[in-house]
């Protein structure tokens, strides 16, 4: 079963835009981390974020924590038409087993 | 360093057939899971295998089986295929203090 989802599920933006995708989660984790995935294939991995940490930036990528809520944000700036594709949270409760998301598919229009 | 690779990456089955699905995980790694990704949905957790055993396993039913070898590369197993094993199947090599890096996947389907 999914640990949560992820809202919008679908997302579509003018290039220059930034992007904004949230998570939520049902569990006590110890971290959360973001992946995206082109045309169904394999997931690449974006950033970590600590159940710590609040805050955490990787270059256009800003993901937020709040463990209170049991929800993550990641913000995607100046959204480039290369950035289309869907992006999943997953969590880990600290066993190494990955928990998904459904997704976002986000389209950035050129 | 090749990342995580696995094979075949596409493949057909006729439904009541047997298949074997592999990954080579990243240098370095040596914990190895699959997930399974049916279209439009996230990748759901089938197992783990740390040091050559079946650590973690998810919610799915022992016709899914697998095997981690010394040089930590595995593979899964799945008997007595069904229409509804159709999927994306993803590899994920990591170690005990790093992030899951993921393979390509191996598109499934059975007919």
């Known amino acids: 079963s999914q640990q949560g989802e992820e809202d919008p599920q679908a997302l579509s933006i003018q290039e220059g835009e930034n992007a904004t995708m949230n998570c939520s989660y049902k569990t006590s984790i110890n971290n959360l981390q973001w992946y995206r995935q082109n045309s169904g294939r394999g997931l690449v991995h974006l950033i970590l974020i600590r159940s710590n940490e609040r805050e955490k930036h990787s270059g256009r990528l800003r993901v937020t924590l709040d463990t209170s809520k049991k929800s993550s944000s990641l913000l995607i700036t100046a959204s480039r038409a290369a950035d289309t594709a869907s992006y999943f949270c997953a969590t880990d409760e600290g066993t190494y087993k990955y928990i998904f998301g459904t997704g976002t598919r986000l389209k950035v229009l050129a | 360093d090749a990342g995580v690779t696995q094979s075949p990456t596409h493949l057909i089955k006729t439904r009541g057939q047997q298949v074997t699905l592999r990954c080579s995980p990243k240098?370095?790694?040596?914990?190895v899971s699959w997930y399974q990704q049916a279209l439009g949905q996230g990748p759901q957790f089938i197992f783990q295998y740390y040091e050559e055993e079946e650590r973690q396993r998810g919610n799915f039913p022992d016709r899914f089986s697998g095997h981690q070898f010394p040089n930590y590369s595995s593979e899964l197993n799945v008997n007595a295929l069904l229409l509804g094993d159709s999927a994306l199947y993803l590899c994920a090599s990591s170690t005990r203090r790093t992030e899951a890096f993921f393979g390509q996947g191996t598109r499934l389907t059975v007919v």
């Open positions: 240098s370095g790694h040596d914990t």
